[in-house]
Each structure stands twice: as structure tokens, then as C-alpha cells.
């Protein structure tokens, strides 16, 4: 099965590297919009605009899905999507909240949203986790993260000063938090110790593992093989190679 892979730019990789581990695909294309990002603080319009550049990008692939390993356009985007789409398309929103309700969680612990402006504000989480029956959520917006990814900043003072400025005021301590950006799995380690450090180690939800389960009950007939990867990008292509050969050891 050849598939593509959708982001703005380099946290996409974190969700293609599931996919490429698993050795459940024939070919991953990846194009990251990396002359554009950060998407997450765009206003809705804009991002569906640039999304529906993307699915154009992809009919010259024949894919026969399109994951869509951006948060921020899972949130906005994907109806609009799907209309001019001649493959279908999944996000990574309901595969997370699906995770987070497959592991041992209660309907009464702390859960912690982080994303962009554009994931947080449209509520897509909030909705999904309560009519789950979650009633402890907190959802706040962690733009900032993205440009320190995306720099390639995965530790240090920078970082701490960001995780301080954004996590002082949470009301209470978080026992699983679902990473809602893609860009963020990079940076799982040095949240959870932050949050380690003031009491209970939390739980991550990770969407790229979470996709990669919510594919395998779709499609049950999937079986290993080598999987082939083209990368693209809209600025500075041999960037993002140089960085997908790193995280997916190619
Ligand atoms: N990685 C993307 C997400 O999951 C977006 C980062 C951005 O472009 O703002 O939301």
C-alpha cells in the first residue's frame, strides 16, 4: 500500500516514523510544507487553503491514503479535504483520543491537551474527550514548542523557560497528556520530566503511535514488507532528508 504523509513541516516525522517502523507499507511519501510553517497559529481559511495544495501535491503519487500528521490541519481542515480527494484521508485527532481511552485511564483523571492556537481553540479534543465522559480536562495553547522543534531544540534552557511559561499556571497535575501537535514527541522526554519533577511521572499519548494501531484495525490485511520513502518539502528539501534520516535511521 503506498500512502502519504501530511505536515507543515518536520513533526510529521514523528507520526511517518511509526508508520516506516511498522513495515506495513509498500512506499510513505512525505511532504512537508516547511516554506509555511508554523500553520498552528494561521487562521482556519488559510490553513485549509494550504491543505488543499497539498491533496493537489499528492494525486501525482497514487496513494491510496493520505495521513494527515499535523494536528492543527486534522482540526480544521479535513472535511474540505476529503471533497477534492481522490484517496481517502485521516487525521491524527481521533486516533489520539482513542489511544488515551484504550489505556487504563479513569473518567476522572487529569488529562492535559497541548497544541497549537489552532488545535486548542477549535475544541476538537475537548469535545472528543467529553463526550467520552472525561469531565478533568485542561487544553492550553503551546505554540512555541513548534519553532523550537522545528530549530531542532529537544533540550535545555530555552525549552525550560517555555515549558515554565506555559505549564506555571496549569490548575492541577496532569496524569496522561495528549501531545496534540505532532511536533511535540520530540520534545516528550524533557516534558516529562518536567512534570516528573513536580510529582507524578505523567503518561503521553503519542499520535503516531496512535495512528499506527487505528490503521492496523482498519486495513487487518496489511503485511510486512520494505518500505520504500520519498521526502518532500516546499523550502529547503535536503533539511528535512537530513533530519528524516536521522529519526528514521534510514
Ligand atoms: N505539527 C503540527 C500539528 O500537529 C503543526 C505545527 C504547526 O505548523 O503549527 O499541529
Redesign the pocket.
Known sequence: MRIGVF???V??LTVMRSLYKSSLFSEIIYFGDTAR?????KDKNTIIRYSLEAVEFFKNFNIELLVVA???VSASAIPQMREEANFPIIG?VEAGVLALKNSLVKIDDNILVI??KT?ISSNIYQRLLGDLGFCNIEAIET?LF?PIVEEGIFKGKVLDATMEYYFQNLKRHPKYIILG???FPLIASAIEEYFTKQGQKPILIHSGDAIMEYLKNIYPNLREQDTQTKFFASENPNKLKEIAKQWLNL
Open positions: 505536515d507543515s513541516g513533526g510529521g510553517v508554523p500553520y498552528g497559529s499535523c494536528n492543527s491524527v497544541g497549537t488545535t505554540g513548534v501537535c505532532t511536533h
